[in-house]
């Protein structure tokens, strides 16, 4: 029998810990960090299912992203946000790997520099870390600021795209 949930789970481990990919049979609906509960995605809860296509796609194209063998990402979405929280998301995808832009100047992309709470508030919301790069933005002092995995996990993403080599914790 098919499974009746919309949502569906596989946890996958990472040198940034083990995170939890979800998806529908439309697309990618999230990662969610490890400890980190649903409320900023507010999804419904997922079941587990450990061979859904879309899971099984992402878990490999995370893995040739963390072995540097994979810059770009080929995952359609299932994303669930308001119009200015999507547009904002669609933006994060335009900025190349190993770039990173401020808050500001993603503000400027969208069109409206004094944008730039809003923009941080839907960061804050991306419910695809890592494959929709929010972690390639900036404080605009250029430091590290605000990232649902955490600013060390942010960091380790960072130095992966700048050539650095990190550790594999799999």
């Not at 992402?58 to 946000?81: A, C, H, M, S």
């Not at 400027?108 to 004094?114: V, Y």
């Not at 404080?139 to 990232?147: D, E, M, N, R």
Request: charged share 25%; glycine share 8%; net charge positive.
């Amino acid at each position: 029998m098919k499974n009746q949930n919309p949502l569906q789970y596989k946890d996958v481990s990472s040198p940034v810990g083990m995170i939890r990919v979800i998806a529908s049979d439309k697309g990618l609906a999230a990662i969610i960090w490890e400890g980190e509960d649903y409320k900023r995605t507010k999804l419904s809860v997922p079941v587990r299912d450990d061979e859904h296509p879309i899971l099984l796609k992402t878990e490999d194209q995370l893995n040739e992203y963390f072995e540097n063998k994979r810059k770009v990402f080929d995952i359609p979405f299932d994303l669930k946000g308001t119009e200015f929280q999507i547009k904002v998301w669609e933006a994060l995808l335009k900025i190349p790997y190993g770039v990173t832009k401020t808050y500001g100047e993603l503000a400027i992309i969208l069109g409206d520099i004094k944008a730039v709470r809003a923009v941080g508030g839907a960061l804050n919301k991306n419910p695809v870390s890592i494959i929709i790069p929010c972690h390639r933005v900036m404080g605009a002092s250029g430091k590290l600021v605000g990232f649902a995995g955490g600013l060390e996990n942010k960091s380790v993403l960072l130095d992966l795209e700048q050539g650095f080599t990190i550790q594999r914790l799999f």
